[in-house]
């Protein structure tokens, strides 16, 4: 079932490729915290890398993207920002780790780059899949937990916004529009959790679907 995915990559038997994707203030740093707990307590070996960043590279094109002093970034020159700084992951850690046959487990990937700079700055879906194609070379996740909840015009909180979350609430409501409209085109490859009110709820749910899909135990 796996080889297919991630075609130009010789994987090891186990490996797996886990990405955590949802709108913002959805709680996906506080799963992805909670899921790791889990696996360290359980001995479970991961990768656990974010988008974008993750390598010394990635990361300086990260702080090039969130800067809120580049307000004249081309929509076309952030989409490639973004799949230049998956390019360097991809190539340096998730194909390299994929290939040991480990458990790689990604915030945000691919799909944020269709929802965000696809719908959101409405560059279209095929044109950013076209611009990473090449950045991933083959390399899709076996699974993606979509946490879903729409975008709520609260979450923005205290924090300082960059320069995706100083948008308007009309962008992030295309963004999650966006990302229904890719899981209803892939059904099989997303897991779509609502999240509870009780986040341990929340996090036995995503535990569950990942053992049930093989990424765990
Ligand atoms: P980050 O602080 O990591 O946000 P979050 O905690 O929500 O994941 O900042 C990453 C921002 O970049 C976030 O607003 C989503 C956005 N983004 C894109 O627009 N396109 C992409 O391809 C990726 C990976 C992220």
């Known amino acids: 079932m796996r080889e297919n995915l991630c075609y130009t ?11 955590f994707e949802g709108s913002e203030g959805v709680g996906k740093s506080t799963q992805l915290r909670l899921l790791k707990e889990y696996l360290l307590r359980t001995g479970q ?3 656990y890398i974010r988008e974008p960043g993750s390598t010394e590279i990635s990361e300086k094109i990260r702080a090039i993207i969130l800067d809120k002093s580049n307000s004249a970034m081309s929509y076309v020159t952030e989409a490639m920002l973004y799949a230049a700084s998956r390019a360097q992951l991809v190539g340096e850690v ?15 990937y691919i799909d944020s780059s269709v929802a965000y700079q696809g719908y959101g700055r409405g560059l279209g879906a095929d044109v950013v899949k076209k611009i990473n194609a090449y950045a991933i070379d ?14 709520k015009s609260n ?5 300082r ?10 962008f992030f409501e295309r963004v999650y529009k966006g990302y229904l409209d890719e899981i209803a085109l892939s059904p099989s490859r997303f897991v779509c959790i609502k999240p509870d009110l009780d986040k341990l709820v929340t996090s036995e ?6 053992r049930q ?5």
């Not at 979450?155 to 924090?159: A, L, N, T």
């Not at 916004?161 to 009309?170: F, K, L, N, S, V």
């Open 9 to 19: 990559v010789k994987k090891e038997k186990y490996a797996m490729f886990v990405t």
């Open 45 to 47: 070996d991961a990768v």
């Open 94 to 108: 998730i194909k390299p780790a994929l290939k040991e046959g480990k458990l790689v487990i990604c915030d945000r």
């Open 138 to 151: 083959g390399c899709m996740p076996d699974v993606t937990v979509f946490l879903d909840l729409p975008p």
């Open 155 to 159: 979450w923005r909180g205290e924090r």
């Open 161 to 170: 916004a960059d320069r995706i979350e100083e948008q308007p609430d009309d």
């Open 205 to 210: 749910n995503i535990i569950d679907a990942l």
């Open 213 to 217: 899909r093989g990424a765990i135990r």
